[in-house]
């Protein structure tokens, strides 16, 4: 076993190959759905469907006109959702910097003045989101994700008890790895279950609210509404961006919330910014037209990914399927597949895999601190490279699961 899969790495290094399944970036091919917007909103066309003019300073709650296509599409009304700059990230950074400094609705102090502030991390989960927490010297708490979401009695069991546990990030609709979509039972209990801290918040991160892969367009439950219902209004601050439906590097992020929350997010905000760049959310307001354009595009982004998921899929169960050295999930959108490899390996995997020329997501990626206890999870992202790439990456993959669990077997 381990000699014959020696020589098949042997052979898969000498290809030479320089494959990349490290970020979930959408593709060229991807970017260019939406190329004609580089030519929008074109000279003379300067005000928006209720006459602003948008070369000017103003508006911070972003353009109506956009914010009407996305509040349908987020589920939330216009007046609680702020269109802003380009990255859900710096809205999510900024609400954390904003709490640590003033405090949100129902603080007693500052987040910054509490001696310890924690915060319940789903793993495995989005690296970015353990950065921000890092970057504030929050304590990360971790629960397991399960299909529905995050665990929700361990979620419960730790917010009830413990008040320095003040936030808790949620992907609710194809989560970061994992593709978990909450269930509308999950989302009550987390709107719902008691919070030690007053002040207790759900990150509640739609990056991949309308990024199906399947005709079955999941809708995410509406935590915002479920929340006011359950009588915590305040306990959830959503946000969204288009950087999977228009441009990564320069679409409109979105902020949504009680209307407290948004009059918080708005005061502080107005210290920083006069508004957002109008001038691009026209154009993505009139290249979409409506929220049924922008299900249209993603109907496009669809048939370009799809097909590099089921080649993932595919492969790995080929390869791997029969053998009980690995398990992976099978996302119904979003943009991750989450690879489970066995325990105490997955770093091995990541090294055979880039020592063959495919670079994959650092092990433990998707772990606070970069740490996975079980040395077990990582992270694939197949957007990227064209199809063809796709495959041949994922059988290299494959060889460098099978190799690394052999390796383990014979010490
Ligand atoms: N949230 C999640 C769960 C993500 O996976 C990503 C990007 O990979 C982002 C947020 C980044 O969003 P944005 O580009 O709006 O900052």
């Known amino acids: 076993m381990l000699p014959a899969l020696r020589d098949r790495y042997a052979e898969l290094q000498a290809r030479g190959l320089r494959l990349d399944l490290t970020r979930g970036k959408p593709s060229a091919e991807q970017l260019d759905l939406a190329e004609p917007m580089l030519s929008l909103p074109g000279v003379g066309v300067h005000t928006d469907a209720d006459g602003v003019d948008v070369r000017n300073y103003g508006g911070l709650d972003g353009l109506p006109q956009l914010r009407r296509i996305f509040a349908e599409l987020l589920d939330v009304p ?4 702020l269109a802003l700059g380009n990255a859900s990230l710096t809205l999510m950074h900024d609400a954390v910097a904003y709490a640590f400094l003033w405090g949100v609705p129902g603080s007693e102090r500052p987040w910054g003045r509490e001696e310890k502030v924690r915060f319940v991390c789903p793993v495995p989960g989005y690296d970015r989101h353990f950065a921000v927490c890092e970057a504030f010297g929050i304590e990360m708490v971790t629960v397991p994700m399960t299909p529905d979401g995050p665990d929700v009695e361990a979620v419960a069991a730790l917010v009830a008890d413990d008040p320095t546990v003040k936030g808790l990030w949620v992907v609710p609709t194809y989560a970061n790895p994992d593709g978990a979509v909450v269930s509308e039972a999950v989302a009550r209990r987390l709107v719902s279950m008691p919070a030690a801290a007053p002040d207790f918040r759900i990150f509640w991160d739609n990056a991949y609210a309308i990024h199906h892969l399947t005709e079955n367009e999941t809708k995410t439950a509406n935590a915002i509404d479920l929340a006011a219902e359950a009588g915590n209004p305040d306990r959830v601050l959503m946000f969204a961006s288009t950087s999977k439906v228009s ?6 992020a979105f902020f949504a919330s009680s209307p407290a929350n948004v009059a918080w997010y708005k005061k502080h905000l107005s210290v920083q910014s006069i508004g957002p760049d109008k001038v691009n959310q026209l154009r993505h307001a009139l290249f979409f037209g409506t929220a049924d354009g922008v299900r ?4 496009k982004h669809r048939q370009i990914l799809a ?16 053998l009980g050295v690995a398990s992976w999930t099978d996302p119904q959108g979003g943009y991750f ?3 489970d490899v066995e325990p105490g390996t997955a770093a091995r995997v990541v090294q055979l895999a880039k020592e063959a020329g495919i670079a994959l997501t650092p092990a433990g990626a998707t772990f606070p601190y970069g740490q996975d206890p079980e040395d077990r999870n990582i992270r694939l992202a197949p957007s990227m490279p064209p199809l063809a790439e796709v495959e041949v990456a994922m059988d290299g993959v494959a060889t460098c699961v099978l190799l690394a669990a052999a390796e383990k077997a014979a010490h």
Do not use: N, W
Not at 307 to 319: D, H, Q
């Open 78 to 81: 216009v007046e609680q959702l």
């Open 247 to 252: 441009f990564a590097g320069a679409g409109v």
């Open 296 to 299: 249209e595009h993603m109907r």
């Open 337 to 339: 597949v989450s690879l």
């Open 307 to 322: 097909p590099k998921f089921a080649a993932v899929t595919r492969i790995l169960a080929e390869r791997l399927g029969d």
